[in-house]
């Protein structure tokens, strides 16, 4: 067993504010400081790049970045925010519409595999002035991995096929782009539901290969599929005939399958699992997906490979109709299942809990 620190932060105010909370919160705990401030410094010319992506499609979060920089006395170069652009997410994520569940209300599971020294294991809900009101966890503090907002829009994403990292034998990113956990929150933090969140980020110019789920109260919800800075996507809604949407980390849309026609097999004995497991069903309850969530694979959908950066970091639940996010960290279910509400203020917390690392073989 592994011991983790799991946190939860409140986060209101301006954009600067915010940063500059998340700030302190490291100053005083060297773990954190270690982790989000590196000696190796990026250019300033990329800072100057990335910021201007930030400004064109995250508007204020450059603002958040430079409050947190403040609060630590670092220089923006030295953030590793901006260099870190290798992250792979390998995860499962399913969207059931009202008629599949037993509380005739749209659903969004998903696991989130990764490294369990990468993972921020953090959940923030986050007021910023003039932005939506949101819940996720983050990524590198200022992103996010998945989350809903006030409105009822939930985002869920994976990677899609080859990772697009610049490292051997992996695909190269094509140009100077978007990075899922910018994209999530940006979604999160501007759109009220699936129109607007596929109007917004039809233009986005997006590096990373990945799959997204968005899923909103009303019953729409759309798989949208990045491959190469190209998108393409699928839609539901109540008067399709289709009631579940889900994806691991292979493409399933038919514009990209001959760019990435591979697949890893566990990607798709996923998949199957899934489609097996839900396709034909109804009255499909919370406790049933937390049990696929937590169920090793290949009987479930849980991995304990943390050495191999496949390991399960979090499993989570989304309700956008309800207003709840349900956690339960490490893939483990006596970490136990915490439930949050988007309309009450979280409570800052620090909680040690424990992962099981499978060993390497």
């Given at each position: 067993?592994?011991?983790?620190?799991?946190?939860?932060?409140?986060?209101?105010?301006?954009?600067?504010?915010?940063?500059?909370?998340?700030?302190?919160?490291a100053?005083?705990?060297?773990?954190?400081?270690?982790?989000?401030?590196?000696?190796?410094?990026?250019?300033?010319?990329?800072?100057?790049?990335?910021?201007?992506?930030l400004?064109?499609?995250?508007?204020?979060?450059?603002?958040?970045?430079?409050?947190?920089?403040?609060?630590?006395?670092?220089?923006?170069?030295?953030?590793?925010?901006?260099?870190?652009?290798?992250?792979?997410?390998?995860?499962?994520?399913?969207?059931?519409?009202?008629?599949?569940?037993?509380?005739?209300?749209?659903?969004?599971?998903?696991?989130?595999?990764?490294s369990?020294?990468?993972?921020?294991?953090?959940?923030?809900?986050?007021?910023?002035?003039?932005?939506?009101?949101?819940?996720?966890?983050s990524?590198?503090?200022?992103?996010?991995?998945?989350?809903f907002?006030?409105?009822?829009?939930?985002?869920?994403?994976?990677?899609?096929?080859?990772?697009?990292v610049?490292?051997?034998?992996?695909r190269?990113?094509?140009?100077?782009?978007?990075?899922?956990?910018?994209?999530?929150?940006?979604?999160?933090?501007?759109?009220?539901?699936?129109?607007?969140?596929?109007?917004?980020?039809?233009?986005?110019?997006?590096?990373?290969?990945?799959?997204?789920?968005?899923?909103?109260?009303?019953?729409?919800?759309?798989?949208?599929?990045?491959?190469?800075?190209?998108?393409?996507?699928?839609?539901?809604?109540?008067?399709?005939?289709?009631?579940?949407?889900?994806?691991?980390?292979?493409?399933?849309?038919?514009?990209?399958?001959?760019?990435?026609?591979?697949?890893?097999?566990h990607?798709?004995?996923?998949?199957h699992?899934?489609?097996?497991?839900?396709?034909?069903?109804?009255?499909?309850?919370?406790?049933?997906?937390?049990?696929?969530?937590?169920?090793?694979?290949?009987?479930?959908?849980?991995?304990?490979?943390?050495?191999?950066?496949?390991?399960?970091?979090?499993?989570?639940?989304?309700?956008?109709?309800?207003?709840?996010?349900?956690?339960?960290?490490?893939?483990?279910?006596k970490?136990?299942?915490?439930?949050?509400?988007?309309?009450?203020?979280?409570?800052?917390?620090?909680?040690?809990?424990?992962?099981?690392?499978?060993?390497?073989?």
């Amino acid at each position: 067993m592994e011991p983790i620190e799991t946190r939860t932060y409140n986060l209101r105010g301006s954009h600067y504010a915010i940063g500059y909370q998340l700030g302190k919160q490291a100053a005083s705990n060297e773990y954190l400081k270690a982790k989000y401030v590196v000696k190796a410094a990026v250019d300033q010319k990329q800072i100057r790049e990335t910021n201007a992506l930030l400004e064109r499609w995250c508007p204020g979060l450059t603002e958040e970045i430079q409050g947190f920089a403040d609060a630590l006395n670092v220089h923006l170069e030295a953030l590793v925010f901006y260099t870190m652009t290798c992250y792979v997410p390998n995860c499962s994520h399913i969207a059931l519409l009202s008629n599949k569940t037993d509380m005739k209300q749209p659903l969004l599971a998903r696991n989130y595999e990764f490294s369990n020294e990468l993972e921020d294991f953090c959940l923030m809900r986050t007021e910023a002035e003039g932005k939506y009101t949101h819940i996720g966890t983050s990524m590198l503090q200022f992103g996010r991995d998945d989350g809903f907002n006030e409105h009822g829009l939930a985002v869920t994403i994976s990677s899609c096929g080859m990772p697009v990292v610049n490292l051997a034998h992996m695909r190269k990113p094509q140009f100077n782009g978007l990075q899922y956990w910018v994209v999530v929150r940006a979604l999160l933090e501007n759109c009220k539901n699936v129109e607007e969140a596929l109007a917004y980020i039809k233009e986005m110019p997006i590096v990373f290969n990945m799959n997204m789920i968005l899923l909103d109260k009303t019953d729409h919800a759309a798989l949208v599929q990045t491959m190469d800075g190209k998108i393409a996507y699928r839609q539901i809604d109540a008067d399709s005939h289709e009631e579940m949407l889900h994806a691991t980390n292979h493409t399933v849309l038919p514009q990209f399958m001959h760019i990435e026609n591979q697949a890893f097999p566990h990607s798709i004995t996923r998949y199957h699992f899934i489609e097996n497991e839900l396709k034909d069903k109804r009255h499909i309850t919370k406790a049933q997906l937390k049990d696929m969530l937590l169920t090793k694979y290949p009987q479930g959908l849980c991995f304990h490979n943390y050495a191999e950066n496949f390991g399960t970091t979090k499993s989570m639940i989304l309700a956008p109709r309800e207003g709840t996010i349900e956690i339960c960290w490490g893939g483990q279910a006596k970490n136990c299942w915490q439930i949050y509400d988007i309309a009450k203020p979280m409570a800052t917390t620090l909680t040690e809990m424990q992962i099981e690392i499978d060993p390497l073989p």
